[in-house]
């Protein structure tokens, strides 16, 4: 018989049961929901709402039944649905009908959304460290290549020599934005829907702050229609993680890059990359592509959540049962990722020579030379043109601006003097680019400084 099976006179049909269930993924909340009974057993005693003997009672065997899931002893059941009611079912089996006075003053749809955010608390917690411990390895990166020149790209032609260092400080700075979006969405989990019962709130005398202090919530989530039927939690957190994975797509895709023979800037470290089952020469970045493509799941778990709770009435819907899988395959999908991604920058080889080779050989200076006029005072726009046609020339002569001669500098413009030669020095290049933020070593040096107060902070 069903816990619910009472104004029933026939048993539920099979598919109905195997269709409706959620026991096979939300199993994964047994530990938070028994945690949360725990601490709702306990505040159903101190508001004499049940006695202190059924408490302890329940207590006690709600503590056997986790172990017992926890050590695969328990049986969970379709035919009980979900978590919460198998849970229930194996707590009456261990201490008898006193069990049934667990659910006094409660609901399903109370207690999944308690679930829920004691779940996520708990990840957002995990994937925030992952997070520093990744931005520990870009910055471990960044260190070790403050004098390592390589183009820096737009449109992925060379435009402008940056330093290593300062492209892994990009990478710093976009996870610490991403923690800082985790952190913060912290405080709008960690609120306790305990009480709000099916919808309406309960007859019982319950006290929600305890529960929610017990659990160490900040708070409750005051409005009980609102605690039962609102998910956009689930969706900031997805959101959240989409631009996580997004940003590790990126640094994905060009590690697939610069591990091409066509760059040849970095060599990933055997032990994460994979070979080929056929061609015996492949070493492929595997994890790194898996995670540019790993994105899509993220994406579309956001998009699918979103479009489950359009349009839903208050309060609880069934469709709701759709927020889990896509929470937690994202969660899992993170911490591989993070997981994957620290150690694999921490130990790439970065080719310096290679990406000086690159800088060399190429026209990212050439502003520099533009830049060298207008200090002369030639107004920005004709210096723009003159430096185009000394390009195009050094483009018909198989030639880059340093293999020019003085002579034919002047031939394109008479305010070009010896001095350019130094200017036009790669290293040179970037130590101009002396702004807050910009690729000068002392300002790269300034951002890893400031990234570390930020992190030691965390
Ligand atoms: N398994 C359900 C879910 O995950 C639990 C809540 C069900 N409540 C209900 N009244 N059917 O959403």
Redesign the pocket.
């Known amino acids: 018989m069903k816990l619910w099976g009472g104004r029933f006179t026939k048993p539920t049909n099979e598919l109905v049961d195997e269709y409706t269930a ?1 026991i096979s993924f ?1 199993q994964k909340l047994a530990q938070y929901d028994i945690q949360g009974s725990l601490a709702h057993v306990d505040m159903l005693a101190k508001c004499d709402i049940i006695s202190k003997e059924d408490a302890a009672e329940i207590s006690k065997g709600l503590q056997t039944v986790a172990q017992k899931i926890k050590a695969g002893e328990a049986e969970l059941t379709e035919a009980n ?2 978590i ?1 009611m198998n849970v229930e079912k194996l707590l009456i089996d261990e201490v008898g009908a006193v069990g049934g006075k667990l659910h006094t003053g409660r ?3 109370d207690q ?1 959304a308690l679930d829920m955010r004691l779940y996520l608390r708990e990840s957002l917690v995990t994937i925030v460290e992952l997070l520093t411990a990744l931005q520990e390895s870009l910055m471990k990166q960044a260190k070790a290549n403050l004098d390592t020149v390589l183009p820096g790209y737009t449109h992925l032609q060379r435009a402008q020599p940056v330093l290593f260092a300062h492209h892994m400080m990009a990478y710093v700075s976009m996870f610490s934005r991403d923690a800082e979006r985790l952190t913060d969405s912290f405080k709008r989990v960690n609120r306790s829907p305990l009480g709000a019962g099916a919808l309406a709130g309960t007859t019982f005398p319950i006290d929600r702050m305890m529960v929610a202090d017990s659990l160490n919530f900040d708070g409750v989530v005051e409005n009980s229609l609102d605690a039962v039927s609102d998910r956009d939690f689930v969706v900031e957190f997805l959101s959240n993680a989409s631009l996580v994975i997004m940003h590790l797509s990126r640094l994905s895709e060009e590690l697939v890059q610069w591990s091409s023979a066509e760059f040849n800037f970095v060599e990933l470290d055997d032990a994460f990359c994979t070979g080929s089952s056929m061609m015996p020469q492949k070493k492929n970045p595997d994890v790194a592509e898996l995670v540019r493509g790993k994105s899509g799941r993220v994406y579309g778990h956001l998009i699918g959540m979103l479009t489950t709770l359009k349009g839903l009435p208050l309060a ?1 819907n ?1 469709d ?2 759709e927020d ?1 899988e896509g929470m937690f395959d994202t969660v899992e999908t993170l911490k591989g990722a993070l997981g994957l991604f620290a150690p694999m920058i921490a130990t790439m080889d970065v080719k310096k020579d290679n990406m000086y080779e690159a800088v060399a050989k190429d026209f990212s200076n050439a502003t520099d030379l533009a830049d060298y006029l207008v200090g002369k005072d030639l107004p920005f726009r004709e210096a723009h043109a003159v430096v185009g046609q000394v390009v195009l020339h050094c483009i018909n002569e198989n030639k880059y601006l340093l293999n020019l001669t003085l002579e034919e500098f002047k031939g394109f413009s008479d305010l070009i003097d010896e001095d350019i030669y130094a200017v036009l020095d790669p290293k040179a290049v970037v130590n101009a680019r002396n702004v807050i933020g910009g690729t000068a070593k002392n300002r790269v040096e300034d951002q890893i400084t400031h990234s570390e107060t930020i992190l030691e902070k965390e």
Do not use: G, T
């Open positions: 959620s939300d649905e979900d919460h609901s399903r749809n999944v609880y069934k709701m049962q889990k």
